[in-house]
Nanobody, 121 residues
């Protein structure tokens, strides 16, 4: 049905920047909201940011201003730009998409496999 593949993670020093990408593929009729969540070691998964198909964005607490979510609808891709990264931003970042493969089917939430972001130095 819908596959999500993240890219762009890696190791960065504190104060650095990274840009994550999430490309959706497969049988897709429409994608509503795309988003990013993260999971730090020993912590619960938390919201980073979401963006609707019309570009309305929401951010996790205290992340707006350092993180920016965007999307390219024709490319079915979302992006997460992260600046002024801190060690506490370390974790696995997961892409999500609320999508359907048919106008006759309800939307489902799909998850990517995650990409590791490590802020250390």
């Amino acid at each position: 049905q819908v596959q999500l593949v993240e890219s762009g993670g890696g190791l960065v020093q504190p104060g650095g920047s990274l840009r994550l990408s999430c490309a959706a593929s497969g049988m897709i009729f429409s994608i509503n909201t795309m988003g990013w969540y993260r999971e730090a070691p020993g912590k619960e998964r938390e919201l980073v940011a979401t963006i609707t198909d019309r570009g309305i964005t929401t951010y996790g607490e205290s992340l707006e201003g350092r993180f920016t979510i965007s999307r390219d609808n024709p490319k079915r891709t979302s992006y997460l730009e992260m600046h002024s990264l801190r060690p506490e931003d370390t974790g696995v970042y997961y892409c999500t998409a609320l999508a359907t493969w048919s106008p006759l089917q309800p939307e489902n939430t799909y998850w990517g496999q995650g990409t590791q972001v490590t802020v250390s130095g």
